[in-house]
């Protein structure tokens, strides 16, 4: 049985590849694809097709799959909100993703250097020590502030063990019930579901979304949101963009209705250089990269390769996505 790895920039090639090619072992051989060649002719025998780069919104590839009886769709990535899912589940082609625990420590690490970022005022810090101004400003402490976690699967469940060992207090809401054991070793005070979210906006210092992007997220932090988080909150978003409405982020920015916002991901990818939210102090950007780390990828690769192997041997493909 063959693998087709599909790569399309901007999605970088490595080290995702290689992780991937390394965790097969020589056990399969692994086809890259080839844009200047017939994708009929690179489907034949692929038993798995590997999807690191969006590949799955295309009905083009995924027909060809289907017609080569490619047996599983295998994406690279937790978030499928690019895949066509209804398409996939109508046409039977099964779909399996590398879900938040894969990525979870990335991306904690991740939204707790940006809430440290903004507490200790970097964009100010770095035009002043090259002006020679020294001693200023005050900065803040994350110690005793309230963190809220919107959606406490592994990412969230990272970060709130990671700021509760630093002294914050932890509220989160989820869509599905936590146990009381994993509340108490995430250090979660208070947990609801998405009923109290208004409660966690209203109280949060720093709030953290951790969430999916699907129909019911889209713009869940909106001009309403956000109109009920403190003047002094700040926003964190290591999920995806359009979680936010954009437009009324730089509004409250702007406005000083929140204090910040840390963001690594947009409504729209890349961001122009003149976006509104790249000429603010109190906004941290960077560029779609919390995922984006060598654990994160090793463990990536081994996930998808052991879905080649259970697939090779008859075996049904773990992390299948079955609903939209």
Not at 205 to 213: E, F, K, M
Request: charged fraction near 20%; glycine fraction near 8%.
């Amino acid at each position: 049985m063959r693998v087709l790895f599909l790569n399309r920039p901007p999605s970088p090639l490595q080290p995702w590849y290689d992780d991937f090619v390394a965790a097969l072992g020589g056990r399969f051989p692994v086809a890259l694809y080839d844009p200047a060649r017939p994708l009929a002719d690179q489907l034949r025998g692929v038993g798995v097709v590997i999807d690191h780069g969006g590949f799955g919104g295309d009905r083009t590839f995924l027909d060809a799959a289907l017609q080569a009886d490619v047996k599983l769709w295998q994406a690279l990535s937790n978030g499928v909100d690019y895949v066509d899912l209804e398409y996939l589940l109508e046409k039977g082609l099964p779909l399996a993703n590398t879900p938040g625990p894969f990525s979870g420590i990335a991306l904690a690490e991740h939204a707790l250097f940006l809430m440290l970022a903004l507490a200790k005022n970097y964009h100010v810090s770095q035009r002043c020590v090259r002006s020679k101004v020294f001693y200023q400003p005050a900065n803040d402490e994350l110690e005793g502030k309230t963190l809220g976690v919107i959606g406490l699967g592994a990412s969230g469940r990272e970060l709130a063990r990671r700021a509760g060992a630093m002294g914050m207090r932890v509220m989160a809401v989820d869509v599905v019930d936590i146990s009381q054991a994993v509340r108490q070793e995430c250090h979660v005070e208070f947990f609801a579901d998405l009923s109290q979210l208004d409660r966690v906006l209203a109280e949060s210092d720093y709030l953290s979304l951790h969430i999916p992007l699907t129909k019911a997220t889209r713009h869940l932090i909106d001009r309403r949101a956000l109109g009920l988080m403190k003047p002094t909150a700040v926003l964190i978003n290591v999920a995806r963009g359009p979680i936010v409405d954009e437009a009324a982020l730089v509004e409250a920015l702007q406005a000083g209705r929140i204090k910040g916002a840390g963001l690594d991901v947009f409504e729209h990818e890349p961001l122009d250089p003149e976006h509104p939210l790249l000429q603010m102090d109190n906004v941290i950007a960077t560029q779609h990269v919390a995922g984006t780390t060598t654990g994160t990828s090793r463990r990536r690769g081994q996930a998808c390769a052991e879905n080649v192997a259970r697939i090779a041997r008859g075996l049904p493909a773990l992390h299948l996505i079955t609903s939209g």
